[in-house]
C-alpha cells in the first residue's frame, strides 16, 4: 500500500505569515507523529496523535505551533506568524499500534523555508 | 529526557570492507532502539530495530547489538555496497521518554568503489 505522504514537498514563506503542512499516514495507523528536522541534524519530536487525541505535545517550541488530527487519520501542522528558526524539514510518521515501542514509518517531509 | 549520543559523524570505508557505527543512551528506562537510513532529500527508512530483551538482531548483511548494563547500541553493516552510503541515525524511546523517539545526530557514511 501507499507510504506516508506529506505536502507539501516545500514551501516558501514570508517571515510572519501562517504556514499548514499537511500529513496523510498509512490506512488504519493508529499513532502519528511529527518531527522536526534541522539542517545536518537528527529529527526532533514535535507532537504525538494517538488517533484523533493529542497525547503528547511536548516538543512544539511555542504557542504558535498547533497541530490537529480531527477524524484520526489526515493531520496538520500549522505554524502561525513564522520566525526564520521555523526552517527546517518537518517530517510526519505513522505507526499501526499505539505506545513508544513500534516502528515508525516516516514521510519524505515538508522542506520549510522562511524569508 | 532521554540524550542520545552517535559516533563517528562521517565515516568512510571502501567497498566490500564493515562499517561500524556507535550510540549511547542516557536513560536505563528506555527500552526501543531503531536505526534510520536517509538519503540525501528522502525519507528516513527504518532499517532495523531492537528492543530490550534482546542482545543482538540480523538481518542479512546489517545487524545490532545492544549491551542495557553499558547504555550502547552498535549497527554494523558488512560487505558494504556504495549503494549503503547515506546518512545512519540511531534513536532509543521508553516509557519515561513519552512517546518521542530520541535521535542521535547522525552518522554521514561514504562508501568508496
Known amino acids: 500500500g501507499a507510504g506516508v505522504s506529506q505536502s507539501p514537498r516545500y514551501k516558501v514563506a514570508k517571515r510572519g505569515q501562517d504556514v499548514a503542512l499537511r500529513c496523510d499516514p498509512i490506512?488504519?495507523?493508529?499513532?502519528l507523529f511529527w518531527y522536526q528536522q534541522a539542517l545536518g541534524q537528527g529529527p526532533e519530536f514535535l507532537t504525538y496523535?494517538?488517533?484523533?487525541?493529542?497525547?503528547?505535545k511536548s516538543g512544539l517550541p511555542s504557542d504558535r505551533f498547533f497541530a490537529e488530527r480531527p477524524e484520526g487519520s489526515v493531520s496538520t501542522l500549522k505554524i502561525q506568524r513564522t520566525q526564520q528558526e521555523d526552517s527546517a524539514v518537518y517530517l510526519c510518521?505513522?505507526?499501526?499500534?499505539?505506545?513508544?515501542?513500534?516502528?515508525?514509518?516516516f514521510g519524505d517531509g515538508t522542506r520549510l523555508s522562511i524569508l | 529526557g532521554e540524550n542520545v549520543e552517535q559516533h563517528p559523524s562521517t565515516l568512510s570505508v571502501q567497498e566490500g570492507d564493515s562499517a561500524v557505527i556507535k550510540c549511547t543512551y542516557s536513560?536505563?528506562?528506555?527500552?526501543?532502539f531503531p536505526w534510520y537510513k536517509q538519503e540525501l532529500g528522502k525519507r528516513p527508512q527504518l532499517i532495523i530495530d531492537?528492543?530490550?530483551?534482546?542482545g543482538e538482531k540480523k538481518d542479512q548483511r546489517i545487524a545490532v547489538t545492544l549491551n542495557k548494563t553499558a547504555k550502547h547500541f552498535s549497527l554494523h553493516i558488512t560487505e558494504t555496497q556504495p549503494e549503503d552510503s547515506a546518512v545512519y541515525f540511531c534513536?532509543?524511546?521508553?516509557?519515561?521518554?513519552?512517546?518521542?523517539?530520541?535521535f542521535g545526530k547522525g552518522t554521514s557514511l561514504l562508501v568508496t568503489p
Open positions: 510518521a505513522s505507526s499501526p499500534e499505539q505506545g513508544t515501542n513500534q516502528p515508525q514509518h
Open positions: 536513560d536505563s528506562a528506555s527500552n526501543y
Open positions: 490506512s488504519g495507523h493508529v499513532s
Open positions: 534513536a532509543a524511546s521508553g516509557y519515561s521518554s513519552g512517546y518521542a523517539l530520541n
Open positions: 496523535f494517538q488517533n484523533e487525541a493529542q497525547l503528547d
Open positions: 531492537i528492543r530490550s530483551n534482546v
